[in-house]
């Protein structure tokens, strides 16, 4: 925990080995609380969660449907604002940031996938590619434009529209795009959700390389055991809180620990 | 399947609401043309009933037309009033008087001046305070002794005149001083003329209303019981044969057809335009529900696949569509109510009064409105019916819903031979001098081949643009990739565009040639230096003097002009004039014989051109003008005004002069007054000293300044006249046409808005990596300044293309001189309507709220 005075992320969560005081965490909200609705259609989708996500790590954000975690992912990534708490993007406090900034700020520093409509349909798999670095208007490095789109494996196919990808292809694109901007932190969510294993084995493969050659930072959202297997912190969400947490997990231990929350 | 039709009504009202404006906006044009139209009508032919009501006979100058002179001699009422059986008849004068102010300025417009008719039988006003004008003895123009003048009831109220007050009014022979002795009205209304109604006294009237002659306008008759047949056959027998005896069924029946004779051509060009407006609704509804159908494809498809036929499906659809429509026209019906009285309202603010107030809602004009509003909705709404009919079960099953139609070979084939065929056959015309007959074809070709080849056009369109777009950035690339996602809707969204433009742009460049070409021609003629003209109500031989006697002025040539009858009763329009003094004061000039025959008063000159201007039928009569003699040699039999023939050997032939082309045939004084009898002036032709054109244009306005009807044109008006005449009707029928460039920018809003819909997800994923809402409202706006241009370009360019060959057809002498300004104008409306199309689309496309929108399936 960053700060003594804060309570912990749940009661039932083993408290995680605290980190130094000095850490520098890519993303973390504290106390975020994020509410739908008012009165008797209000929805606690987050109640007051802490948690931090370590540089160079890939995390993954478990639980079942309703239980908050695309919420805590959003509102994480500047996608969505909190109801209550704040929320960083490395040192920058993205709750007190006006639209602009924070749009800003998601171009150069948060890189994303989601499940699907990930591309735009008109431009090409290259122009996908660099299409956050288009909008700031710079030009990716070449060298790296070439390792990234070497590692996902589509030297072939980049100049082909999307329509003309199969979906494992625009979504290793969609990975291409996150990674070509080396941004602070990536967000998934669900990225192999609409994929068949084999596809969903390359995408995860690649994401876990990033992390562990380039020291990249990854946060994924998914409810499937064998994705989240490929993280190294599982983090347990239901009911809004934080309820377990999951280091260097495997596909039983996955398994046991969702059993046993009942998930 | 009519309860889902109902419900998908409601649940996408907010997509509908495009179409609906579509429509009201065209059916409130339509219905406020029908309306305004309707109550003018009914003003302008109903006060002929009351006005008339009584008049069993009237006796009017053979060959009358409106605004001829006054030329019932005094003797014909004195003779009608003898005759057995004639019960009354009285003259009926009327000519332009208007009240004056402190500084002369006019205080009422329109106002008529017009002879008191004692006869209570053929007087259609009342004296509803103080008594009928009397004759006043000895009282000159501006004299000592005032004119007794009754005015009617709302002029007095308007400006505040009651029995006794004293006015200043301006007549056609000048200012006079007047005092109020009565106040009228006509049958409980105001006043019998729109803009109010001055009365003298008979012998005033004649020597104010009518200088130079002592005529009346006609002579209304009230015959004893039962015997109008009898008094007409006695009076057409008696009367001298330059007046005629109609009698008074027929008569009102004329005058009604010459009131509503503007309103009766105002009505059908209105609604021209109204239909044009809602040709351009039909495609902003075609698009409309192609993308409702499309975004409701899977829904469609299970409809389908629970057991719906593909006709329930259509028919689903049509419903909504006549459901729609019938809404929309009832909307559209009030808002043209609110529209006419908008447009009275604004021309009043300008003080000009359309006759007629309030609004005329005729139960013919609501069913035309809902009929029309309703079937062209149904049948816009036809395609995508039959489209979605066509919907195929297993379709609900897949996933995206895209509209990739719009590109097919057929339509490629169909849409590049007419295009290709129809610029053929226009170059082939301009070009190769094909028969212009090929000109409508070629057009025709050309206008289905822009509509149907129009997604392919969109499509080529972007890829021009694709390289110069790279360059200035992603959001420029994007808007243009986005234009041709869906060829088809970008190019029918463009299409309304192009239908109201491509009109302007035609209108415009045929309309400044010809206007430029017959202004040019005009100029060439010579002419005189001023014309000093009145109306019907001739030039006293006062003003004639002044004219004459003006400083500066080196020839003033007075013309009396009427028409007669030739021996077979057709119509010849006649001139009279001092020819020495008509030769000094303008450029007339014998082509063939000469003048001098003229001038002793034996024979006639006519136009050397005159062939060209027999035929056609004057205004509310069946009677023909008469073809004119075109060689010198020939006798034209004319009846004279004592009723006997007189042969009139033409003794010459005019160059073609402007003085000369509204003289038409050309006699002495002497023998016009034979012919036509005492006949006001109506101009005076002026020549000046040299150097001295201005100083006397402003001498002769003060001379003129108080007499109604009597106004100095420079004597090239004619050229200036004809020129503003071309502005006018370019500059209106271009208004008229807005109508449909503004329903064109409601379909481009209705596009863009459909569009920026489907791609909701895709917006929020954008704005999700990093694109600001600046960046995105950019992109909107450069794509709907993309279809703008689109349709402008296409519209402007077939334009000026037709323009080109039109004129071309027309005379190789006429050169298209393309005023590039308003073309430049025309081009940057265009592009700015897309830029005010896209101001809401815009807005919505900021708005996505990120989290929702790709949440959304």
């Known amino acids: ?220 959202v998914t409810h499937d055991p064998v994705a989240a297997s490929y993280a190294g912190r599982i983090l347990f969400l239901a009911d809004g809180r934080i309820v377990d947490e999951l280091l260097a997990p495997t596909r039983e231990s996955i398994l046991a620990r969702m059993g046993a929350l009942g998930i | 399947m009519l309860r889902y039709a109902l419900t998908n009504l409601r649940a ?315 809404v929309s026209s009832a909307i559209g019906i009030v808002f043209g109510m609110g529209l006419a009285f908008a447009v009275q309202a604004i021309l009043g603010a300008f003080d000009i009064r359309l006759p007629g107030a309030g609004l005329s809602v005729r139960p013919w004009t609501i069913v035309l409105c809902l009929t029309v509003g309703t079937v062209v909705t149904v049948l816009s709404v036809f395609v995508p019916a039959f489209r979605a009919g066509r919907t195929k079960p297993v379709e609900a099953m897949r996933d995206a819903a895209v509209d990739h139609s719009g590109t097919s070979t057929v339509r490629a084939v169909i849409g590049g031979s007419a295009l290709a065929l129809g610029l053929a056959l226009l170059l082939g015309v301009r070009l190769v001098g094909l028969t212009s007959w090929l000109l409508p074809p070629g057009a025709l070709l050309l206008f289905v081949g822009v509509l149907v080849g129009g997604p392919l056009v969109a499509r080529l369109f972007a890829g021009a643009l694709r390289v110069p777009a790279r360059r200035l950035g992603l959001t420029a690339r994007l808007a243009v990739d986005n234009t041709v996602r869906n060829p088809r809707r970008t190019a029918t969204t463009a299409n309304a565009l192009v239908i109201g433009l491509f009109l302007v742009t035609v209108v415009t460049v045929s309309g400044d040639a010809l206007k430029r070409f017959t202004v040019e021609k005009i100029d060439e003629l010579s002419a005189s230096d001023y014309i000093v003209a009145a109306g019907a109500n001739g030039i006293s031989p006062e003003l004639v003097a002044k004219v004459q006697g003006t400083d500066g002025v080196a020839a003033g040539a007075p013309i009396r002009q009427t028409v007669v009858l030739d021996s077979s009763g057709r119509m010849v329009f006649l001139s009279g004039a001092d020819i020495d003094l008509l030769r000094r004061s303008t450029g007339l000039a014998a082509e063939d014989g000469s003048i001098d025959a003229v001038a002793d008063g034996t024979g006639a000159a006519v136009p050397a051109l005159a062939g060209a201007s027999g035929g056609g039928a004057g205004p509310g009569e069946d009677r023909s003008m008469a073809p004119l003699p075109t060689r010198t040699g020939s006798t034209m039999e004319l009846v004279a005004a004592d009723g006997t023939t007189v042969g009139v050997p033409v003794v010459a032939t005019l160059k ?112 999700a990596l990093g694109m600001t809402r600046q960046q995105v409202g950019r992109m909107v706006r450069a794509e709907a300044v993309l279809i703008g241009t689109l349709g402008t370009l296409i519209g402007v360019g077939s334009g000026l293309l037709l323009g080109w060959v039109l004129i071309g057809s027309l005379s190789a002498e006429i050169a298209l001189e393309v005023n590039w300004a308003r073309i430049t104008l025309v081009v940057l409306l265009g592009v700015a309507a897309g830029v005010v199309a896209s101001i809401l689309p815009a807005r919505r496309a900021t708005r996505v709220e990120m989290v929702e929108a790709m949440a959304a399936t």
Not at chain 1, 104 to 129: C, H, K, S
Not at chain 1, 140 to 148: F, G, I, L, S
Not at chain 1, 173 to 186: D, K
Not at chain 2, 713 to 738: E, H, R, S
């Open chain 2, 656 to 767: 073609p002069e402007l003085d000369t082309l509204l003289l038409q045939v050309v006699v002495s004084d002497e023998r016009f007054t034979e012919l036509a009898g005492d006949q006001p002036v109506s101009m005076i032709y002026v020549r000046v000293d040299p150097g001295q054109a201005d100083a006397v244009g402003r001498r002769l306005n003060r001379l003129v300044a108080g007499h109604t009807g009597v106004e100095v044109q420079p004597g090239n008006f004619l050229g200036q006249l004809v020129g503003q005449v071309f502005d006018f009707l370019i500059n209106t029928v271009n208004a008229l046409l807005g109508m449909s460039v503004i329903i064109a920018l409601v379909g481009i809003v209705n596009t863009l808005t459909l569009s920026i819909i489907e791609r909701r997800r895709e917006l929020g994923m954008v704005r």
């Open chain 2, 12 to 326: 996408n009202l907010t997509r509908l609401i495009s179409t609906a404006l579509a429509v009201i906006i065209g059916i409130g044009f339509l219905a406020a043309g029908l309306m305004l139209t309707d109550a003018m009508r009914a003003a302008l032919t109903g006060t002929v009933d009351l006005e008339y009501a009584r008049v069993d006979l009237v006796v009017e100058p053979a060959g009358a037309i409106e605004g001829g002179p006054a030329s019932v001699p005094g003797s014909v009422l004195d003779a009608v009033r003898a005759t057995d059986g004639v019960a009354a008849a009285a003259g009926e004068l009327t000519g332009p008087v208007n009240l004056l102010g402190r500084n002369d300025e006019s205080l009422t417009s329109r106002a008529q001046g017009r002879s008191w008719i004692d006869d209570d039988e053929l007087d259609p006003l009342s004296i509803e305070s103080g008594r009928a004008p009397r004759s006043a003895t000895g009282s000159t123009t501006d004299g000592d002794g005032d004119v007794e003048v009754a005015v009617d009831r709302g002029t007095a109220e308007d400006q505040d005149l009651e029995v006794g007050s004293h006015v200043r009014l301006a007549t056609p022979s000048g200012p006079v001083a007047a005092t109020v002795v009565g106040v009228t009205n006509l049958g409980g209304q105001d006043a019998l003329d729109d803009g109010g109604t001055f009365s003298f006294a008979p012998t005033d009237a004649t020597r104010l209303l009518a200088p130079g002659t002592g005529g009346w306008t006609r002579i209304l008759v009230a015959t004893d019981e039962g015997r109008t047949r009898a008094v007409a056959d006695t009076l057409r027998e008696d009367l001298p044969r330059s007046v005629e005896v109609q009698d008074g069924d027929r008569f009102r029946s004329d005058q009604r057809a010459m009131s509503a004779g503007l309103v009766d051509l105002l009505r059908p060009l209105l609604q021209g335009f109204a239909y044009l407006a809602m040709f351009v609704a039909a495609f902003v509804i075609f698009n409309t529900f192609s993308v409702v159908v499309t975004q409701r494809f899977r829904e469609l498809a299970l409809i389908r696949a629970v057991g719906g036929t593909p006709a329930q499906v259509r028919r689903s659809l049509l419903f909504e569509g006549a459901v729609i429509g019938a």
């Open chain 1, 1 to 220: 925990m960053t700060s003594p005075d804060l309570p912990p992320a749940a009661p039932t969560a083993p408290v995680p080995p605290a980190p130094a005081a000095t850490i520098a965490w890519a993303a973390q909200v504290i106390g975020a609380t994020k509410v739908y609705g008012v009165g008797e259609a209000e929805v606690r989708a987050l109640d007051g969660v802490t948690v931090g996500f370590e540089p160079g790590r890939f995390t993954a954000i478990m639980g079942p449907s309703g239980s908050g975690k695309s919420t805590l992912m959003q509102c994480a990534a500047g996608l969505d604002r909190l109801t209550a708490g704040q929320a960083f993007i490395g040192d920058v406090d993205i709750t007190r940031l006006t639209e602009k900034q924070l749009t800003l700020l998601r171009r150069d520093r948060v890189g994303f996938v989601f499940q699907q409509f990930n591309l735009l349909p008109t431009l090409t798999a290259r122009e996908n590619i660099t299409f956050p670095l288009d909008l700031a208007g710079r030009s990716p490095d070449p060298a790296w434009m070439d390792q990234v789109v070497a590692t996902v494996g589509l030297g072939d196919r980049l100049d082909h529209k999307p329509s003309e990808l199969s979906g494992g292809q625009q979504q290793r694109v969609a990975v291409a795009r996150a990674l070509v901007e080396r941004p602070q932190i990536i967000f998934a969510d669900e990225p192999t959700g609409n994929l068949d294993s084999r596809s969903s084995a390359e995408i995860l493969t690649f994401m876990a390389r990033a992390v562990a050659e380039q020291a990249q930072t990854v946060v994924m």
